[in-house]
């Protein structure tokens, strides 16, 4: 390391002028004659001509020619001499000085190292006392952390033991508690089974009183039960024949009716018509065809059973995606139409199978998303309105999966004593063909099952009146709203049930209004007839109200009166 110092303050001496420096070596101080000047031998020895040096441009050294004469130089005087002797004296004396500023330069030298010797000593003396000082400032530092660090785990100690000793006093209130509650439970035990043997022989007493008093009573009682057996039984035969009379009276009306639509059967045939009774055995016959054929051979085949699989994962979140935007709905119509009808045609076991899949696909979002949203409902019926006209076979499997999921209301038709086949019905089927859920054999409530079956008569509803380019199946255009309504009206045993009334209510909510301007006056008269199964009774019979006596008939029936004044005060206002 080179340190940059200044020099002492030792004074600078007076210099003086340099002699000549002499390039050549000087003879000891023993040699103090001077020597005489070169001998001509000498020169002539030392001259370049006596050397040979040419000689290489020549064959032989006797060709090489003798060298020119040399001239005498003269002796020297004596003053030269003198000169000589001087100047050599001088030579002399110059090599044996001692020049003072060297001599104070190499002081100079020293004197700076020594003071950058002290410098660093000093130096580092000055770190080092900095750093004990920091290593103390550090130390007193760790002092008063630790120092703190104890006050506060001393203070935790503290809190830990007034939370153990509060813990403790709560254990041994607890257990003096415990032991109060045991002692009084022990003394109740008693005074308890005291009042048992005092009440023992209180009713020991008064059951031989009762006795008594019962034998006596037996007797009278056995006299009035005689007389009103014989008057229960003279009741039951009235009772019995009555309902013979109605049974008989409501089996001529049968017949009648039977008769009455026996004849009219052609003319029905001719303009497309059907009875209920008909709509739901052609529903419930595709149904089962469709178990049995198509979804029976999926599910067997295993590619065929993969292929459907990944068909219905398609479906199912593009119908959830549906919102209020006709670019939506024509975008998901489409979607879903590639999917079920791909450029390679599928199988038609597995068509039917993914139709089945889109229609239970539409209706499950129907049953969560309108029970919540009824709005929702409206962009669901346009993509099933152009599926409907759109997909091969569709309306039939459509309205089948519509049949299972809601039972008869969207025929509408009370479910018939027997299977669509002439089997009879077990508990749980009949429980299914009604629409009903169930869980672990039991049903759901029915505010659960009015709902959802609304849900989905809603979504029926908006299809019906949807607007489509090309007319779809019978079971889905705009006369099967007048057609159910005059079902419904017509069948006493529907507008009885709590679910009539709300899937009424929807109707009339979705097109109610468009059905007063397209059947008017005969539109009109039926609203009448409901208004007054709905405020005085069905068939003008007081108590016999549209929706019952449920909770859930209630509150459907009040919608249905709301409904129609509305229509009519909106209609009337036009």
């Known amino acids: 390391m080179r340190y940059g110092l200044p020099r002492s303050t030792s004074p600078s001496p007076e210099r003086r002028s340099r002699r000549r420096t002499s390039t050549f070596g000087l003879p000891s101080d023993t040699d103090s004659d001077f020597e005489g000047p070169p001998t001509d031998s000498d020169s002539e020895l030392s001259s370049p001509s006596s050397l040979s040096s040419d000689s290489f441009c020549y064959e032989s050294e006797s060709q090489v020619p003798p060298p020119p004469p040399r001239t005498k130089r003269e002796p020297r005087s004596p003053a030269e001499q003198r000169h000589a002797e001087d100047t050599v004296a001088a030579i002399r004396l110059r090599t044996r000085y001692h020049d003072p500023y060297e001599e104070w330069e190499k002081q100079t030298r020293k004197d700076a190292f020594h003071t950058a010797r002290r410098a660093q000593v000093q130096t580092r003396l000055e770190t080092q006392g900095r750093r ?7 130390l007193k530092s760790l002092e008063t952390m630790h120092a703190q660090q104890l006050v506060e785990v001393q203070k935790q100690l503290a809190a830990l033991q007034v939370r153990q000793q509060t813990e403790v006093n709560k254990l041994v209130s607890s257990w003096q508690e415990q032991e109060k509650t045991f002692r009084n439970r022990i003394e109740g035990v008693i005074r308890v089974e005291e009042e048992k043997l005092r009440a023992k022989l209180e009713a020991e007493r008064k059951a031989r009183e009762e006795a008594e008093r019962k034998r006596k009573e037996e007797e009278e009682k056995r006299k009035v039960e005689e ?10 035969q009235r009772q019995r024949e009555a309902e013979a009379a109605a049974k008989h009276q409501e ?3 049968e017949r009648l009716r039977r008769e009455k639509l026996d004849a009219e059967e052609q003319g029905r045939a001719q303009l497309g018509m059907s009875l209920a009774e008909e709509d739901w055995v052609h529903a419930r016959e595709t149904l089962k065809n469709l178990k049995a054929g198509p979804m029976k051979t999926v599910k067997g085949n295993q590619p065929f059973k993969s292929k459907w699989s990944a068909i219905r994962r398609q479906i199912t979140p593009k119908i959830g995606q549906l919102t209020h935007d006709i670019d939506s709905v024509m975008r998901i119509t489409q979607q879903l139409i590639d999917i079920i009808c791909p450029s390679e045609r599928l199988p038609l ?8 899949s889109l229609a239970k696909a539409v209706l499950l979002q129907a049953e969560t998303e309108v029970t919540a949203e009824k709005r929702s409902a409206i962009p669901l019926a346009m993509v099933a309105a152009r599926l409907l006209g759109t997909l091969e076979g569709f309306p039939d499997i459509f309205f089948a999966k519509l049949v299972q999921r809601c039972g008869g209301w969207p025929v509408p038709s ?6 669509s086949d002439g089997t009879a019905w077990n508990e749980l089927e009949r429980i ?4 009903y859920r169930t869980n672990d054999g039991q049903r759901e409530t029915l505010s659960d099952h009015v709902m959802r079956v609304s849900g989905m008569m809603r979504v029926y509803f908006l299809i019906l009146a949807a607007p489509v380019p090309q007319p779809l199946d019978k079971m889905f255009q705009l006369p099967r709203f007048w057609t159910y309504f005059a079902r419904m009206i017509g069948d006493e045993r529907l507008l009885e049930t709590a679910v009539a009334a709300q899937v009424l209510h929807a109707a009339l909510d979705v097109g109610g209004m468009e059905a007063k301007f397209i059947w008017g006056n005969q539109w009109v008269k039926m609203l009448e007839l409901l208004y007054e199964g709905a405020t005085t009774g069905i068939g003008g019979v007081a108590g016999k109200l549209l ?6 008939g209630k509150a459907a029936r009040v919608r249905v009166q709301l409904q129609i004044e509305r229509i009519m005060d909106t209609t009337s206002l036009r």
């Open 414 to 419: 009370a479910i018939p004593s027997t299977d």
């Open 547 to 552: 929706g019952g006596q449920t909770p859930e």
């Open 349 to 356: 076991d597995i068509y039917f199978a993914a139709l089945s």
């Open 227 to 236: 007389q009103a057996k014989r008057k229960e039984e003279e009741q039951a």
């Open 432 to 435: 299914k063909a009604m629409g």
């Open 132 to 138: 004990a000082q920091r290593n103390t400032q550090e």
């Open 251 to 253: 089996e001529e009306k």
